[in-house]
Every structure is written in C-alpha cells, then in structure tokens.
C-alpha cells in the first residue's frame, strides 16, 4: 500500500517489509518517483504527524541469533520469492495490456 494510502486511512503504527530500495528494484518505485518529483526527497520521515513506521526487516535483523531469527529469515525469503513472482506477473501483464497507459 502507498504511504498516501497509509496516512489517508489513519494508521498510527506502520510495519512494512520491504523497504522501497526493494521496491524500485522490483520495478515498482511510484511512491518514491512521486515524493522526488515533488518534494525533491527520497522518502517519508519514519515518524511525523501521520505516522511511526518501522520496517520488519531492520528488527528481525536487530534480533539475538537465535531459532527465533532463523525461522523469521526463512519466512522473508519465503516471502521475497513469492513478491518477485507476483512482480514479474504484474510487469508481463502490465506490458501485454494494449490499453495500459
């Protein structure tokens, strides 16, 4: 979900697991285009009137080694490979629509 999504449905706490180097390198960096383009940054301030955000990826890495933190890995690499697959199907889909603008 954008970030404008985000503060316009009043989340007060944020959590996200991929960061939006990720996203741009997936090939879906809107939000960051957008707040360049605007404001001339390369992204939101992590805690501001809106909201605190955190990303999930900085506290499992924070974690003491451990099975915990091992089990956590093993689901965001889970996770990253279906994002990837879901990525490449929106990037084919997206080229193959005539009428995508």
């Not at 900085?58 to 099975?67: F, K, M, R, S, T």
């Not at 199907?89 to 080229?95: I, T, V």
């Amino acid at each position: 979900m954008c970030i404008s999504s985000i503060v316009w449905s009043g989340f007060k706490r944020v959590y996200y697991l991929f960061p939006y180097a990720a996203t741009r390198a997936q090939g879906i960096p809107h939000d960051i285009d957008i707040m360049h383009e605007l404001w001339d940054v390369e992204s939101y301030r992590k805690r501001n009137k809106f909201c605190a955000t955190a990303c999930l990826l900085d506290l499992i890495n924070a974690l003491p080694d451990g099975a915990e933190k091992s089990a956590l890995l093993v689901s965001v690499e889970r996770l990253t490979t279906e994002y990837d697959t879901l990525s490449k199907k929106y990037h084919s889909e997206k080229a193959e629509n005539v009428d995508n603008s």
